[in-house]
Structures are given as structure tokens and as C-alpha cells.
């Protein structure tokens, strides 16, 4: 799988910042000559890439549009069980930038998620530091834990959480109108592995799957409970059902 070699900046404002991530992941800290593949710190964050260029801001555009109505995520709700005032703990498997983990944060869950890309852990990093100084965003970020590992490495503990998340969305084989974003995840991680048919093996409670909405289950097992958008959906086993 590709990854970063080499954090840099040129904003004196993020060399701190950059010394701390490049402790953190053990990723070098670079200077004018830099690898292809690079993160830039700065407001916002770019990972590079084969030419191509990745922003994850949680404070413009479409997802910032989502993050303003995170209330109305019914479908969300559903999948994931959200009707008891108890947060759940949930863990996801497959990270990446993070979106539909900071929804379920700022709904009051608490998320452990697990990316094994260290330019996607850090862009996700950047993206929560980056965001306003608001109590409901500061809870949110306050129920976030990012791991940088493989998420077949918390297959002994599926148990230990309500709910196991997996996304595999990136590396689909259909070609349905894509955003730059997930064009650009689709090439970034053209060698990821999904990780859903483990965590079925697994001693789960609950297990969500999220899909293109014509794409066919990532497990084959006719158990699940399914919970349709106009784009996408969840697929929900239990393991009363499995």
C-alpha cells in the first residue's frame, strides 16, 4: 500500500506541529527535495501523491455540509442502533478520512478508529486540530482515539465494542460518479483489503457494512438486515443472526 515518506512545511507556524507527527508516525521530516509521496502541513493539510493532491477539511465543502446536519442522519442511526441515550463504543476498522466517524462522535459515540495509512491518520489528525473552537466539536474530538495499525489486530477484541464498522467503499469495482476525494482514494489505496469477511469470523456484537447501494454484500451470508439510502447502504449482522 502506498504511504507518506516525508512530512514537510513552510508555515513556521506548523514546525512544531510537524516535528510532533514526525516523532509520532516516524515519518522524516523533509525539505525542498521531497518524495512524490509527502504530506504538506498547513491550513489546510495536502497530502501529495503520484501528481494528485488530497484535502480532508472538516470546515468547507460537502462534508461540512453533512457535519451542519448531523442530527438528520437517520440512516446512520439506524444501522448503528443509536436510539439509547448511552453511547456506544464502536470501532472502525477502516478509518480513512474519517467522515462517518466524526458524524457518529458528534452524536455522542465513542470511536476508536483504526487506519493503517499513516498519511490518512495524519490527515484525519489535522482535520479534527483544524476545527473551531466549539464545545459540541471539542466533545466530538474528545470521542475520537486513532490508532495507525491494522484492524484485523482488534479481531480478538470484536466483543469488547457494540459495534464493528467496515467501509470498504473505496476499493469498489462499480463505476458510479465519483468525487476527486474518492478518485483519489480509489488509486491511493488501490491495495487495500477488506477486512469485513475477519471481522465476520469474528466474536462480534454488531457488524456494519457500508456499500454502494447495487454492489453486492461483502459477506456471503443472507443473515444481514440492510438499511437503503439513495446511494448507499448499511449492511447490519448481529451475532444472535449470524
Do not use: W
Not at 514537510?8 to 507527527?21: G, H, I, S, V
Not at 442511526?77 to 472502525?92: E, N, R, T
Not at 469470523?201 to 453486492?216: Q, W, Y
Amino acid at each position: 500500500m502506498a504511504d507518506i515518506k516525508g512530512i514537510k512545511t513552510e508555515d513556521p507556524d506548523f514546525f512544531q506541529r510537524a516535528k510532533d507527527l514526525s516523532s509520532k508516525y516516524d515519518v522524516p521530516l523533509i525539505g525542498p527535495e521531497f518524495p512524490d509521496i509527502h504530506i504538506n502541513l498547513d491550513n489546510p493539510s495536502v497530502l501529495h501523491f503520484n501528481g494528485m493532491k488530497l484535502v480532508n477539511s472538516f470546515k468547507k465543502g460537502k462534508f461540512y455540509s453533512r457535519i451542519t446536519k448531523f442530527q438528520n442522519e437517520a440512516l446512520l442511526k439506524k444501522a448503528f442502533a443509536l436510539q439509547s441515550a448511552k453511547p456506544k463504543k464502536i470501532l472502525d476498522a477502516t478509518g480513512g478520512l474519517g467522515h462517518d466517524a466524526f458524524i457518529l462522535a458528534l452524536l455522542g459515540q465513542k470511536i476508536t478508529v483504526v487506519e493503517k495509512n499513516i498519511g490518512l491518520c495524519i490527515l484525519l489528525e489535522e482535520a479534527l486540530n483544524e476545527l473551531p473552537n466549539y464545545s459540541y466539536f471539542d466533545d466530538a474530538v474528545n470521542n475520537i482515539t486513532i490508532k495507525n495499525s491494522d484492524s484485523r489486530r482488534f479481531l480478538d477484541s470484536a466483543q469488547d465494542y457494540d459495534v464493528i464498522y467496515v467501509d470498504p467503499m473505496f476499493n469498489s469495482n462499480k463505476r458510479l460518479k465519483r468525487t476527486k476525494q474518492m478518485e483519489f482514494m480509489d488509486k491511493y489505496l488501490a491495495e487495500y483489503d477488506n477486512p469485513s469477511d475477519d471481522f465476520f469470523k469474528s466474536d462480534f456484537r454488531r457488524l456494519v457494512i457500508k456499500k454502494e447501494l447495487r454492489a453486492p454484500a461483502s459477506i456471503k451470508d443472507s443473515s444481514a438486515i440492510s438499511f437503503n439510502g439513495s446511494s448507499i447502504r448499511y449492511d447490519v449482522y448481529t451475532r444472535e443472526k449470524k
